[in-house]
């Protein structure tokens, strides 16, 4: 039986200590820990002012990225790719191995994604939330597209993580090549200033720096690089379009 302790083990909190995501991985949580029910409790400390513990993080991911594949009712190769790429680039073949047994067990569960989603707001910093939906939008434009169904449900998982809407907008529009997504990237419209513009790049930048994940591992660290890298890019586009210098 794999060890999936290697790469969840790390900063394992409140999966750990119950909840509908510590139900659904019950029997890989199992597998890696002696005493799965036991979690270190922080009563008089709210949860999102923690550092988001890795392994929660993982979990939340494999969870979550599994519901969207089924959304659409089918499992698409592309989007299994895009998946096993993903965690094979970032935790290397075990990772990717672990992380598809996982999948393959819950795409035969029934995922609450309003309880699941419930459990990950309550526990997870705006800076983890933040990337977790930008890894789900890259599985739902794994085919090239980005459905109506899995649109809907990364709408509705966005709302209930508490994500505020010019943020989601801002991430959803990563991944739409042309320059009325580079104005939403920045979270501004093409009436804006050039003020305005400049302002609103350098909050951006700040508050989706890749340091601000570091602490859950280089390698997470480096896929923030690359939403990082689509704000500069997003600036770049519309300074070229204004001349701005």
Same mark, same amino acid.
């Given at each position: 039986?794999?060890?999936?302790?290697?790469?969840?083990?790390?900063?394992?909190?409140?999966?750990?200590?119950?909840?509908?995501?510590?139900?659904?991985?019950?029997?890989?949580?199992? =597998?890696?820990?002696?005493?799965? =029910?036991?979690?270190?409790?922080?009563?008089?400390?709210?949860? @999102?002012? @923690?550092?988001?513990?890795?392994?929660?993080?993982?979990?939340?991911?494999?969870?979550?990225?599994?519901?969207?594949?089924?959304?659409?009712?089918?499992?698409?190769? =592309?989007?299994?790719?895009?998946?096993?790429?993903?965690?094979?680039?970032?935790?290397?073949?075990?990772?990717?191995?672990?992380?598809?047994?996982?999948?393959?067990?819950?795409?035969?569960?029934?995922?609450?994604?309003?309880?699941v989603c419930a459990q990950i707001r309550f526990n997870m910093s705006p800076d983890?939330?933040?990337?977790?939906?930008?890894?789900?939008?890259?599985?739902?434009?794994?085919?090239?597209?980005?459905?109506?169904?899995?649109?809907?449900?990364?709408?509705?998982?966005?709302?209930?993580?508490?994500?505020?809407?010019?943020?989601?907008?801002?991430?959803?529009?990563?991944?739409?090549?042309?320059?009325?997504?580079?104005?939403?990237?920045?979270g501004v419209t093409k009436e804006a200033t050039n003020e305005e513009i400049k302002?609103?790049?350098?909050?951006?930048?700040?508050?989706?720096?890749?340091?601000?994940?570091?602490?859950?591992?280089?390698?997470?660290?480096?896929?923030?690089?690359?939403?990082?890298?689509?704000?500069?890019?997003?600036?770049?586009?519309?300074?070229?379009?204004?001349?701005?210098?």
């Amino acid at each position: 039986m794999a060890k999936y302790g290697k790469w969840i083990g790390a900063g394992l909190g409140f999966v750990l200590g119950g909840g509908p995501i510590g139900a659904l991985l019950g029997f890989f949580i199992g =597998s890696a820990f002696d005493k799965p =029910s036991t979690a270190a409790p922080f009563p008089d400390e709210d949860p @999102r002012t @923690r550092p988001t513990g890795r392994g929660d993080f993982l979990c939340s991911l494999v969870v979550l990225a599994t519901a969207l594949m089924k959304a659409d009712e089918r499992v698409l190769q =592309s989007e299994l790719r895009y998946v096993k790429e993903f965690f094979r680039n970032n935790f290397g073949p075990e990772g990717e191995r672990e992380a598809l047994s996982m999948i393959k067990e819950l795409l035969h569960k029934d995922i609450a994604v309003d309880q699941v989603c419930a459990q990950i707001r309550f526990n997870m910093s705006p800076d983890a939330l933040t990337q977790l939906l930008y890894f789900l939008f890259g599985i739902a434009k794994a085919d090239g597209t980005v459905c109506e169904k899995e649109v809907r449900l990364l709408d509705h998982i966005a709302n209930l993580l508490g994500v505020s809407p010019t943020t989601y907008q801002s991430i959803k529009a990563m991944f739409y090549d042309d320059l009325d997504s580079a104005y939403r990237i920045l979270g501004v419209t093409k009436e804006a200033t050039n003020e305005e513009i400049k302002k609103a790049y350098r909050k951006m930048a700040v508050e989706n720096h890749p340091d601000k994940v570091g602490y859950m591992g280089e390698d997470i660290r480096k896929a923030a690089e690359e939403k990082f890298s689509k704000i500069n890019q997003a600036y770049e586009q519309i300074k070229k379009q204004r001349g701005i210098n």
